[in-house]
């Protein structure tokens, strides 16, 4: 049965257009369980009916003439019920009445499974067999498990057919809509460019033998500096658009390739006697995997970026590639994966949006479409590319849905928030240099959250008041090994440099477990609860003590550094931690360097931490909320998944609490607490925040103005009044309403809160 199961998915896989999927799910299942029928319906959102698709046994005559109502026979009992209804003599069941013109007065038995995709149930499958009798369990989960596996293929031949203006029930498809997650905010009208890798990595048979070792290093070697300079040339063409400073990414890529990384690797295999591309694939596999396996939503989407890299060089190596350069105007660019080179290539001026099926907010091109100001969707899985080339697509990186097939009326509206839109954003940039004051007075410290040089100056030119967390896992990323002492102190002092006197918030090498780095794997059975974050530096205090003593030493004489240690869960962590930054300030006052104590802090990101929230900021200087792994760790939904995305929400009533509890036991030891991560760049997430008693913000650089704009139009008392409405709340599409009615009521502008009416 596997085997068949494995087959049959297969073929669907290869099959296009919808009817052939259609056709040969029934044909191979009546095969394959020797039934004697086998019949598809497939719902039709629009009427809310199941309409007969595809049938082997039954009338063909009858397909796309014959429905039923949501809850109608057999098959609506199924879809309704979401569940397989397994009968052993359908003719006798309540629900049961003949159908004219399909056929199946003759059969008795039957077994309906319906087909749900993302909790939307398509249609339903069905088999029938003349005799008297219940299908047993092997036929039930053999059928539960195809319907399980083929829901997607019919979702994305369903989504090409609705592109190209036909649905299946003989009507034309309007206003076709595709979910991802919001890459970078913005909305954007367009014609659907299509963009495609350079090669196929999966292509490349592992292991072949060479006899002339020399030539294949050569032939390598000159693929790799080919690539290099399609890099370098990327990152001029994206010079006007770009600050020298935001270039930074394409250094990023130039390093992987450096001796010390990628390049070393491969040619290290080519001298074993394997052949360019065979080793290449082998280094980008192993690259890949330690990248994809990691937590950190940052840190795991940078596979994407090794995985660009190889298709590259193995490009190079297979043919003499040539990138087109040349799109139209007002396009947006999609494609199953965008990377930065990718965009680089192109003119970027010409680029209005993108759209990514795979990928997150923390993917590469994300960060630099938001650099840009590109409205990006990502995680877009059942986006159907070839047939929206060349479609007008409208892209919404608020919401992360794109849309086609637009009617003139709906057409006319999301132009009108295009408008909108340019005109909000021209009237932000005159907030620059203007506090984060609210109307009655209360004032709000707003910073921000950074990993790269590119981050850094565009983050001073909108305001930015400091730091609030750099992920110092960056520089490690860019090295085939531990960074050394003084290595890690150039690349910490840049960043303490430009900021001071604004205080720059550090945070510790957060590794381990599944977030391992290439030059140290970790294997374990559960890597999300395994060894990670302050365990492993606690564990290896030569790795632990290295970072500290870098740390410390680019702020001699700058002293505006402060420690955050994350994914603490008890007072002993914290404590140890302690332990050793005192003992790297002595180590490097004894070594005659002039050290100031810096500010010790905790990240609260796990539940553990938000009921010892009292006693942890007994400890230490000051907490940081990690709003985003928090929310996660509560809610149990990787945010960065579009399968669960929606399920992800800073506004979930448990979510909200955790906060309300945080800042009240932070409160009685009155130590300094902030939040970082999404919620805090969002504007009805930053009033509640201020609500709760938050008095600082650290958020990406593209929220900095919006997030100053709510602030200075929202009164303190009106934020806590929200708060408390909301506070009893145990339902988050209620709490989402009483937002949106209160801040109606008060005739604040729902544009800058994210809201619209009537979308």
């Known amino acids: 049965m596997l085997k068949i199961l494995r087959k049959i998915v297969q073929e669907v896989g290869n099959t296009g257009d919808l009817d052939s999927i259609l056709h040969l799910i029934t044909l191979r299942v009546k095969q394959s369980l020797e039934v004697d029928v086998c019949t598809l319906f497939l719902f039709d959102f629009e009427n809310r009916r199941y309409v007969l698709m595809s049938t082997d046994g039954l009338n063909k005559r009858a397909i796309g003439q014959v429905s039923l109502g949501e809850t109608e026979w057999i098959i609506g009992l199924a879809g309704s019920r979401e569940e397989p209804i397994n009968l052993e003599d359908a003719q006798g069941h309540p629900d049961f009445h003949y159908l004219p013109g399909i056929g199946e007065d003759e059969f008795k ?116 500096d080919a690539v290099r300079e399609d890099i370098a040339k990327a990152g001029e063409r994206l010079s006007d658009a770009l600050r020298p400073e935001e270039q930074a990414l394409f250094d990023v890529y130039l390093g992987m390739l450096e001796d010390h990384a990628i390049g070393g690797e491969v040619v290290k295999h080519i001298r074993d006697g394997n052949w360019a591309q065979g080793s290449l694939c082998m280094v980008i596999k192993n690259y890949e995997q330690h990248f994809s396996e990691m937590e950190d939503a940052y840190l795991r989407e940078r596979a994407s970026d090794i995985r660009d890299l190889g298709q590259r060089v193995l490009s190079h190596l297979q043919t003499n590639h040539a990138v087109p350069t040349e799109i139209p105007y007002g396009a947006v660019v999609i494609g199953e994966e965008i990377n930065p080179t990718m965009l680089g290539e192109f003119q970027a001026r010409n680029v209005v949006a993108l759209v990514s099926m795979q990928g997150s907010a923390n993917s590469h091109i994300a960060i630099l479409s938001r650099a840009m100001g590109i409205p990006t969707v990502m995680g877009a899985v059942d986006l159907p590319l070839r047939a929206l080339a060349g479609k007008e697509l409208v892209v919404d990186g608020y919401s992360g849905h794109v849309y086609a097939n637009l009617t003139p009326e709906k057409r006319q509206y999301y132009t009108n928030l295009v408008e909108e839109e340019k005109v909000l954003v021209k009237g932000l940039e005159n907030l620059k240099d203007k506090p984060a004051i609210t109307p009655d007075g209360h004032k709000m410290s707003l910073v921000v959250n950074t990993g790269l040089m590119s981050d850094v100056v565009r983050s001073q030119d909108l305001g930015a008041e400091g730091v609030g967390l750099y992920r110092t896992e960056v520089p490690f990323m860019t090295f085939g090994r531990f960074p050394s002492e003084i290595e890690q102190a150039e690349i910490y002092r840049q960043q303490l440099s430009i900021f001071a006197p604004q205080t720059v918030t550090m945070r510790t090498l957060d590794i381990g477990g599944d977030k391992s780095l290439p030059y140290l794997p970790i294997k374990e059975d559960n890597p999300f609860l395994g060894w990670r974050g302050i365990r492993i530096t606690l564990d290896h205090p030569e790795i632990f003590l290295v970072q500290l003593r870098a740390m410390l030493r680019a702020s001699e004489g700058l002293n ?179 937002i949106k009615a209160e801040l109606k009521r008060s005739n604040m502008d729902l544009k800058h809160f994210g809201i619209r009416d009537n979308n």
Do not use: W
């Not at 003349?130 to 059928?143: G, M, P, V």
């Open 109 to 224: 038995s039957m077994l309906a499974v319906p087909i749900i995709h993302q909790r939307k149930v398509l249609g339903v499958l069905v088999i029938q067999n003349h005799e008297t009798r219940k299908f047993n369990e092997s036929e039930e989960a053999f059928l539960v498990t195809l319907s399980a596996q083929i829901a997607g293929n019919i979702a994305q031949a369903e989504a090409s057919g609705v592109v190209e203006g036909k649905h299946f029930s003989g009507q034309v498809a309007t206003n076709s809509r595709f979910d991802g997650v919001r890459g970078a905010s913005g909305m954007a009208i367009g014609k659907a460019y299509v963009c495609t890798p350079a090669a196929d990595l999966k292509s490349v048979t592992l292991k072949k033998a060479i006899d002339d070792i020399d030539a294949e290093e050569q032939a390598f070697m000159v693929a790799l």
């Open 560 to 738: 505006n550094l402060k420690i955050m240690l994350p994914m603490i869960t008890s007072i002993s962590e914290l404590q140890a931690a302690k332990y050793l930054i005192h003992r790297s300030i002595n180590e490097l006052r004894e070594d005659g360097l002039e050290i100031v104590e810096p500010e010790v802090g905790v990240m609260i990101e796990v539940p553990a931490a938000v009921y010892q929230a009292h006693h942890l900021a007994k400890e230490c200087d000051f907490l940081s909320v990690g709003s985003n792994d928090l929310t996660q760790y509560i809610l149990a939904v990787d945010r960065n998944n579009p399968r669960v995305a929606e399920l992800y929400s800073s506004l979930h009533p448990a979510v909200l609490m955790s906060l309300k509890h945080i800042i009240e036991q932070a409160k009685r030891s009155d130590t300094p607490v902030s939040v970082c991560g999404e919620i805090a760049g969002d504007p009805i997430g930053a009033i509640l925040l201020m609500g709760m008693g938050y008095k600082k913000l650290s958020m990406n650089a593209a929220s900095l103005l919006k997030i100053k704009a709510v602030i200075r139009e929202t009164s303190l008392e009106f934020a806590q009044n929200l708060v408390e409405k909301i506070a009893d709340l145990d339902d988050e599409s209620i709490v989402q309403a009483v």
